[in-house]
């Protein structure tokens, strides 16, 4: 099964997001989460609407072609990073090459860092980071998270692991 994202412009009228679903239903699709954007208007006047759904591979370009033809698909993808977690870390995160720690994730090609929020309380000080990694897949984010592990470790950073979520 293939995990795909979908933008397409619809018109602002009723029953225009059902054309669209109804060929991902007929076609077998599970439909993961719907983004409808009614206060951004496309230059014709259309609403875009993302569609994250799951399939099987063998549909996706039928399912394209039939969407197609019933509206605008402004972009389709597949989904490839589909397991995520976010992580903070503690330490002098800037002062060891926050570059060279995103990039230990980002060079595996099977994670990404996809987020990230720090604070920076002081100049000499400890900052926090919040980090949220990206994966294609469970096993995958488990690697990547003792790859971001034993960065910390060399750098003295302390790596906090979220206790809500399920253990990666």
């Known amino acids: 099964m ?4 979908i933008v397409v412009e619809l018109k602002d009228q009723p029953g225009q ?4 679903l109804e060929p991902i239903s007929r076609l ?3 439909i993961l989460s719907i983004v409808h954007q009614r206060d951004k208007k496309t230059p014709l006047g259309r609403i875009p609407v993302e569609i994250s759904l799951q399939i099987d591979e063998k549909k996706v370009e039928d399912l394209i072609k039939i969407i197609k033809s019933e509206t605008i698909v402004r972009s389709y993808n597949e989904v490839r990073l589909i397991a995520t977690t976010s992580i903070m870390l503690v330490g002098h995160i800037i002062h060891t090459d926050l570059g060279d720690t995103i990039n230990s994730i980002d060079r595996t090609g099977f994670a ?6 720090i604070s920076m309380p002081k100049l000499n000080e400890p900052s ?5 990694i990206s ?5 995958k984010l488990k690697e ?5 592990r034993d ?3 060399r750098k003295g950073i302390l790596m906090i692991e979220p206790l809500n979520e399920e253990p990666v």
């Open 112 to 117: 990404e860092v996809v987020d990230m929020h």
């Open 17 to 20: 997001l059902l054309r669209v």
């Open 144 to 148: 990547a998270i003792e790859l971001l």
């Open 2 to 5: 293939a995990i795909v994202s």
């Open 28 to 30: 077998g699709g599970n």
């Open 135 to 139: 994966a294609t897949g469970k096993e």
């Open 151 to 153: 960065v910390c470790r």
């Open 128 to 132: 926090t980071a919040m980090v949220t």
